[in-house]
């Protein structure tokens, strides 16, 4: 059964010549209608039976086979007269131009012609070399009298999209099509490499259509509407044109009407068969529909993003794939994805029935196509499918035997693609292990939420199944959420911790946290640690244990580690292990001696130093475990110790709320000054600016100054008793400017970067005066969100808020674009065995792959090796 | 404590399976720790073996599709990015693009960047005083008539332009009256020039108001001094010594400047380094200005995917643009290059050339539905019989 597939091994392009477009053709087209008034197709019409099947049921006249197995087959119409390909007609022109309008040469000696060919040979294969020496070439013949009849040179105008004229003298005349072919059929094939043309598949003078092929209906399906009413494709409107002119074109001539007639006959033929390649060409009014549509013919059909190219070709759609909802589930390892059950019924991996698993497949057979995990279909030996259904359910099971393939459905333990989009990254797809769960979402891990940048405020994510055995390992091995963790762009974790569980964290761990052994016995018999990680013996004598103590529990016996915490406060002399803020972390031999466990230890994307430690040290296994059981061990803790915030978290006493008062008093003094001293025409003004900029920068810099400084007084009252600063400070969640936002003010609105002086003329709103520059009227907000915004200062903070929102669109766009391109111009890149960077025509990019052959996932924070890590690490085994 | 001999010998032994970098940091930080905490023979081979085995272990894996991941690498970020445009940069109020905006310029290969910026290191002489440092601002800063006149404007009926000199701005410059006159006498069409005071009046001989109107805009932009293209230099001091700042650029001629150290200074126009370094300039600074962008903006991407990039860009001794008139432009498949941009141009210059496509890149092998050639694609296997 197993086929050898077919490789295609490359693909040659040409031109199609007027006989090979007979030779191809079934029929030559010559009625320029569809079907008949009782729907039945013309003969040697366009929708004649002879060029393929769209309706089901009938079959094909040509190859007998029926709808969807036919693929179609070409016909051909015969032009009365020549035109040009509106694809070609520049270079039409350029050969036209370098070659003799006598002999049909090409305008260069043989000196020239050997030159030229040399430089041919040298060139390296690309396209561009080649086109570049014969552009030269071209040129410079486009420029001589011809070295071999002598005849005087004309020159040739192109009047685009197709007309041509020669001129000489201050005579013009225009060539027509006729003309043309009848130059280019002169000239000699020996010339054909020095004009660029492949003479194996292509001649000059096919570039002037004589005949023109016909599409096969199923390329130009027509649909039927409810009403019963055809519908043409664009394509088959076109040609329907096309024949009709060209058959009046015939007619003309041969009732040998007058030259002037035939020509503009013959110059809107030339207009349908241009439109009918391009309907965007310039220079010419697109064709349009009836109904004033603009017709969409072949080029509109390949390119843009909507195009064959793009949407149909390199995007292809796929089978066994499935898309829902997604919400977060803590308690499904980061490897995992909760799968609902109506998804896994649906979903099928196609399984040999061989002596080992006999049993098991009749099992899920006999489940039935309703009860996960069952059996959709079998195949049999033969090839026959058959469906599985509740009613013969049990009959298919007893007639399995060896060499079937059951379409077993989706269970538990098998390998999926999980995808959000935009996949920006190749961590937007990585392999996770099914959990066929009820309910109707995807589940979802939360610390994998940062790689594909999800939430759960109604993001949905799509899931693939792969058929093959070759390609659920191959996705199991590489694709693996644990072999993702640290991030390809810089070395480091993007998978962790994040929010509560960093909060929760430092909650647990802490100095002064302590849990009574009951407790602590439940949260780890909640997180599954209980007998995993630690016996049930560790309870008895123990009354009390330490957060510490607690998390230790979960670290590597061997792991010895000193730190920094997020909430570090960067004193001018640090105390190392004696931080009197308990901001210093050791580890030693697994135990956590000092420190508290925060964001800079197993923080999601934020250069977290032991999550980081334990995957690169002890491999992925260890740190898809430690996150497991970390995240719900906190999830216990922090639900027995509580973490919210409300209002009152920002509350500032009395007397802090007057020094913030004084402090913006104060600037807004400042800068009433400042505004008085530039009326006055004091102010001195800054090199290289105007006045009026110097005046804005100092009102800037002093307003920054004085929302520091009110932030300043309002961060002294909030301290880590309030449960918004302990997520500020952790990094779980904010920063303590949002907090002095909340608490004390908003400061400065700006919008590009200015304060806000647009909306009326020389004033920002009409309740100030013209050319009022004080701080209240260019939008400083002194009110905090605590006390709420006054109407002016709310505007002004939508105006702010605006340009954020304006800029998020713009830059979506351009970076989406970017990484368009950077992706095409680079993804043809690999590493070769010998290590260097080569692309796919085996040009060498890089010797050594980033100079020192070091995989970027695979450094430490950018280096090959960490020695002093290493150091570390030997000295410490030492003093045991 | 060991002797420091018996750690080189030890490197000396590794030298084939480490590069020269982490042999010298190897070395370095060894002296360092066996100073501190007197390693002995057997911690130091175990230490140089881990970090070959580390070095060992962090090599990429060959068929690695390293040009996906560094293009990913630097177009993910691109959403986080700001689209700010302007910035102030540090030093007093010099503009650069910042950003996205100018990521995307260097990518682009732009001809023309939007802030070009010179930073001029100078000689050891030069580089500790601030006198020295003007001098050479004044060689640099362009001066134009307009930015040392008081006004100008067009005398209509009597057909000429007047101009009021600014004395202080005149003397700052250390332009003089006769300096100026015949500076301007090198433009065409001038006739004669007359000083009164602090007024010149230039006649441009008989000339139609449309004409005199373009004279004046001439007159008005005549490069009195300085470096052509260079509107403005700043000094700044960084630590001992002063530093120039330009907005606008031009290396070649601020090279030919004495007392301009060669060595250091530095453009950020890609293109004029190339000019006036060479290509190997180009990629280093490709290299630096997207690092430094990236940072600026704290967003971490590893500097070998910057690096692939510039490489791929400067490979072929000029720089190419990433996009349809560069790398993506060039590519040797048919199908890869329409199905990026400009889909039927490509097509029907296949067609005439009679083109032929090896079908041995990504996009093509997906088109035709084959897998590709990069990764597990790219490993065939041969069954045993």
Redesign the interface.
């Known amino acids: 059964m197993f086929k050898v597939?077919k490789?295609?091994?490359?693909?040659?392009?040409?031109?199609l010549s007027p006989d090979d477009v007979r030779k191809m053709s079934v029929l030559r087209v010559i009625t320029a209608d569809t079907y008949d008034d009782d729907g039945y197709p013309i003969e040697k019409g366009l929708m004649d039976q002879r060029l393929g099947v769209i309706d089901p049921g009938l079959k094909c006249k040509t190859c007998g086979q029926k709808f969807g197995d036919c693929s179609g087959h070409f016909g051909h119409i015969e032009l009365a007269r020549p035109v040009i390909h509106v694809?070609?007609a520049k270079?039409v022109h350029k050969i036209l131009k370098s070659v003799c309008r006598d002999c049909g040469k090409l305008k260069l000696d043989d000196a020239q012609r050997q030159h030229y060919r040399e430089q041919l040979e040298q060139t390296s294969?690309?396209?561009?070399s080649?086109?570049t020496v014969i552009k030269e070439g071209m040129d410079k013949a486009a420029k001589s009298v011809c070295p071999w009849c002598g005849s005087d040179k004309r020159n040739i105008k192109f009047e685009k999209p197709y007309t041509f004229y020669e001129e000489w003298d201050e005579e013009r005349n225009k060539l027509t099509p006729i003309d043309v072919r009848e130059r280019l059929e002169k000239i000699p094939v020996e010339d054909y490499d020095l004009i660029?043309?492949?003479?194996?598949?292509?001649k000059p003078e096919w570039?002037v259509l004589t005949v023109l092929p016909v599409p096969p209906v199923t390329v130009r399906p027509s649909i039927t509407l409810e009403s019963s009413v055809r519908s043409e494709d664009d394509l088959t409107h076109k040609l329907v044109d096309i024949i009709r002119i060209n058959q009046r074109l015939r007619e003309n001539i041969d009732a040998g009407a007058p030259q002037l007639i035939v020509e503009d006959l013959w110059e809107l033929l030339q207009y349908h068969v241009t439109t009918y390649f391009?309907n965007s060409t310039s220079g010419i009014p697109p064709a349009r529909h009836r109904s004033g549509r603009i017709l969409k013919t072949i080029?509109q059909r390949?390119?843009?993003k909507e195009?064959r190219?793009?949407s149909n070709?390199?995007g292809?759609r796929v089978d066994f794939s499935a898309r829902t909802v997604v919400s977060p589930d803590p308690y499904i390892s980061i490897n995992e994805v909760g799968v609902p059950e109506f998804v896994a019924c649906e979903l099928t991996v196609p399984e040999r029935v061989t002596a080992n698993n006999l049993e098991e497949m009749k099992k899920i057979v006999r489940n039935g196509p309703n009860k996960n995990p069952g059996a959709n279909y079998i195949i049999r030996s033969d090839g026959r499918r058959k469906k599985i259904t509740d009613t013969t359910k049990d009959d298919v099971a007893e007639e399995l035997d060896v060499g079937f393939t059951v379409e077993r459905q989706l269970r538990d333990g098998d390998i999926v693609l999980f995808n959000r989009q935009p996949s920006?990254?190749?961590l937007s797809i990585m392999a996770h292990e099914v959990r066929v769960m009820p309910y109707k979402t995807f589940r979802l891990n939360l610390c994998v939420c940062p790689p594909y940048n999800a939430d759960f405020d109604g993001d949905e994510m799509n899931l693939h199944l792969p058929q093959t055995e070759e390609a659920r390992s191959?996705a199991g091995i590489?694709m693996k959420v644990q072999e993702n963790i640290i991030s390809?762009?810089?070395?480091?974790p993007v998978i962790g911790g994040m929010q509560d569980y960093i909060s929760g964290a430092y909650l647990m761990t802490r100095d002064g946290s302590e849990f009574p052994a009951e407790e602590v016995q439940e949260s780890f018999y909640e997180s599954g640690l209980l007998q995993n990680k630690i016996e049930v013996d560790a309870f008895n004598e123990r009354k009390v244990w330490t957060g510490k103590e607690l998390f230790e529990v979960l670290l590597p016996k061997d792991l010895s580690l000193e730190f920094r915490s997020k909430a570090c406060r960067k004193c001018e002399k640090c105390e190392f292990e004696n931080c009197k803020y308990d901001n210093y972390v050791v580890i030693k031999e697994g135990k956590l001696l000092k420190g508290v466990i925060d964001g800079a230890a197993f923080k999601a994307r934020s250069?977290c130093k032991l999550l980081d430690k334990i995957v690169k040290d002890y491999g992925s296994d260890e740190g898809r475990e430690f996150l497991d059981s970390v995240t719900k061990l906190i999830i216990s803790i922090i639900m027995k110790v509580g973490l919210t915030t409300g209002i009152d978290d920002v509350d500032i006493p009395e007397e802090g709320l007057e020094r913030i008062d004084e402090i913006l008093e104060n600037a807004h003094n400042k800068v009433l000054e400042n505004i008085e001293a530039y009326n006055r025409g004091e102010l001195e003004k800054?090199?290289?600016?105007t006045l009026e900029d110097t005046l804005e920068n100092r009102i800037m810099a002093e307003l920054a100054k004085a929302r520091d400084n009110a932030g300043a007084a309002a961060e002294k009252y909030l301290g880590m008793k309030r449960h918004a600063v302990i997520m500020a400070k952790t990094g779980a969640k904010g920063n303590m400017l949002d907090l002095t936002q909340m608490a004390a003010c908003l400061g400065q609105m700006t919008v590009?970067?200015k304060r806000l002086h647009r909306g009326y003329q020389e004033r920002s709103l009409p309740h100030f005066k013209p050319g009022d520059r004080s701080a209240k009227a260019r939008g400083f907000v002194s009110s905090s969100y605590r006390k709420g915004l006054s109407p002016t200062e709310f505007f002004f903070h939508s105006m702010g808020g605006r340009e954020g929102l304006v800029?998020t669109a713009?830059?979506?766009a351009?970076?989406?674009y970017?990484?368009r391109?950077?992706?095409?111009?680079?993804?043809?890149?690999?590493?070769?065995?010998d290590?260097s960077?080569r692309?796919?025509?085996n040009?060498i990019?890089?010797f050594e792959?980033?100079?020192?052959?070091?995989?970027?996932s695979?450094?430490s924070y950018?280096e090959?090796?960490?020695?002093?890590w290493?150091?570390h690490?030997?000295?410490t085994m030492?003093k045991e | 404590m060991v002797d420091t001999s018996f750690i080189d010998a030890q490197l000396e032994n590794q030298r084939e399976n480490l590069t020269q970098f982490i042999v010298d940091k190897l070395k370095d930080k060894l002296y360092m720790a066996n100073e501190k905490y007197s390693l002995s023979e057997d911690e130091v081979s175990s230490i140089i073996e881990d970090s070959t085995k580390a070095y060992e272990h962090s090599l990429v894996d060959p068929g690695e599709a390293v040009g996906t991941v560094a293009a990913q690498s630097l177009g993910e970020p691109g959403t986080q990015m700001t689209l700010n445009t302007f910035h102030y940069a540090g030093v007093a109020d010099i503009n650069v693009t910042l950003g996205l905006p100018r990521i995307i310029e260097i990518v682009d290969a732009r001809k023309d960047p939007d802030t070009p910026v010179m930073r001029i290191y100078l000689n050891e002489e030069s580089r500790g005083s601030r006198e020295k440092a003007e001098e050479i601002v004044k060689e640099i800063e362009g001066t134009t008539i307009e930015s040392i006149s008081k006004s100008m404007k067009i005398d209509v009926i009597n057909m000429s332009i007047v101009v009021e000199l600014d004395n202080y701005k005149m003397e700052k410059q250390g332009l003089t009256i006769g300096d100026i006159k015949e500076k301007l006498y090198k433009l065409k069409k001038v006739e004669s020039i007359e000083d009164e005071d602090n007024f010149l009046t230039l006649k441009a001989g008989d000339v139609s108001l449309m004409e005199i109107r373009k004279f004046f805009n001439r007159v008005r932009s005549h490069q009195l001094k300085g470096i052509k293209s260079v509107k403005r230099a700043l000094i700044k001091k960084e630590g001992e010594e002063y530093v120039i700042y330009t907005e606008g650029s031009n290396l070649g001629e601020a090279f030919k400047i004495p007392g301009v150290d060669l060595t250091r200074s530095i453009s950020n126009d890609i293109h004029e380094i190339q000019r006036v370094l060479g290509i190997e300039a180009a990629r280093r600074s490709i290299v630096d200005e997207i690092k430094k962008t990236l940072e600026e903006q704290g967003l971490e991407v590893d500097i070998r995917h910057i690096m692939l990039l510039a490489d791929l860009m400067t490979m072929e001794g000029e720089i190419k643009q990433i996009g349809r008139h560069g790398i993506s432009g060039e590519k040797s498949s048919i199908l890869a290059r329409a199905s990026f941009e400009v889909t039927t141009n490509h097509l029907m210059k296949a067609a005439k050339f009679g083109e032929i496509d090896p079908l041995s890149g990504v996009t093509e092998n997906v088109i035709i539905g084959q897998p590709i050639p990069l990764g597990t694609g790219n490993v065939k296997l041969i069954m045993k019989k």
């Open positions: 597939p490789v295609i091994d490359k693909i040659q392009f040409g031109v694809g070609h270079d294969d690309r396209l561009k080649k086109e660029g043309v492949n003479k194996d598949v292509s570039m391009n080029s390949l390119s843009g195009g190219f793009r070709l390199s292809k920006l990254h190749r191959e590489i390809p762009r810089y070395g480091e250069s800054q090199p290289g600016q590009r970067g800029d713009v830059r979506t351009q970076s989406g970017m990484q391109r950077l992706i095409n111009a680079l993804q043809d890149l690999k590493v070769e065995k290590r960077v692309d796919n025509s040009n990019i890089q792959y980033g100079e020192d052959g070091v995989d970027p695979r450094s950018g090959a090796v960490d020695i002093d290493i150091i690490k030997t000295v030492r």
